[in-house]
């Protein structure tokens, strides 16, 4: 168990050291820590890329993270920051301009902190958290954008039952915890809501053939100029009318014309056949 822990952590690590600045996004951005920023910006600078597009970093990181600039370098002013839970640090903003940062994560603390970019990067113990300090009327209170937004990372499934019903042995609740769910426990009287969640698994979807005659090369080729036949005006086979061979021999058995029989406007006439009747 040891060694496991001990190996995912290596992981962690060679994960973070693995990301620079030109992969980050508003989502990977929560994979790191205000140590990894100071990292990153200061690899990052030596890039001319990078340099000429500092501002757009910085804009994903402060998706993220809180951001002070500090006026001076005083101790007593660093201290506050620190006690604060801020991380201190010189970056590099130029070729030769420093400023003073004082960063820290974006707390995840009530609901509407949670968003599409973060959602998957939190426990579902986090979120059960996070649920149990803005909860009062259960899952159906949460409005419906933040609904969609848990749900796009978690399983949510939610049960009520009577106090002494919640927990009898190898019921639901039982079997959910059993599955790895973590559960929030909401009363309502004499009644409880169980909110069970589970982080869903990474899926990837798969991509979309249009057409049997292109290749997987087509597809995975950006610049290959495709032309995609559109069949969707095309008869389908079934529906093709056969030729007959006798259409020329016309006889009073196979022929047929269609004509409209208009009603005279005679408001006295209460339909046709009285209409022909009067006639």
């Known amino acids: 168990m040891k060694k496991d822990k001990e190996n995912e952590v290596k992981t962690d690590q060679t994960e973070k050291q693995s990301i620079g600045l030109k992969t980050l996004n508003k989502s990977s951005i929560w994979d790191i820590q205000e140590n990894d920023v100071f990292r990153l910006l200061e690899q990052g600078v030596k890039d001319a890329e990078v340099k000429e597009n500092l501002r757009h970093y910085i804009d994903i990181i402060r998706s993220a993270f809180m951001i002070e600039e500090l006026k001076d370098d005083d101790k007593n002013v660093k201290q506050r920051y620190t006690n604060q839970g801020y991380k201190v640090g010189s970056v590099r903003m130029g070729d030769d301009a420093k400023v003073i940062w004082a960063i820290k994560k974006r707390p995840i603390m009530r609901v509407t902190d949670l968003t599409y970019e973060n959602i998957r990067h ?4 986090k979120l059960i958290e996070v649920l149990d ?12 954008s933040i609904q969609d937004i848990i749900e796009s990372g978690f ?3 939610t049960t009520t039952l009577p106090k002494d019903r919640l927990h009898k042995k190898g019921g639901m609740y039982d079997k959910k915890v059993a599955d790895g769910y973590e559960v929030l426990e909401v009363s309502k009287g004499t009644w409880v809501e169980a909110i069970f969640a589970k982080l869903k698994p990474e899926t990837f979807k798969p991509r ?16 290959a100029d495709v032309e995609i036949e559109d069949t969707y005006n095309r008869p389908d086979e079934d529906d093709v009318e056969l030729e007959d061979p006798n259409d020329d ?8 014309t269609t004509f409209e029989i208009e009603t005279d406007a005679d408001e006295d006439a209460d339909s046709l056949s009285d209409y022909i009747a009067d006639e």
């Open 122 to 125: 939190i426990t579902a113990a």
């Open 133 to 144: 300090r803005n909860f009062g009327g259960g899952w159906d209170s949460l409005s419906q």
């Open 155 to 157: 399983d949510i499934s």
């Open 208 to 223: 979309m053939k249009f057409d049997k005659h292109i290749s997987d090369e087509d597809l995975e080729d950006e610049d």
């Open 249 to 256: 021999e016309i006889n009073e058995d196979n022929y047929r």
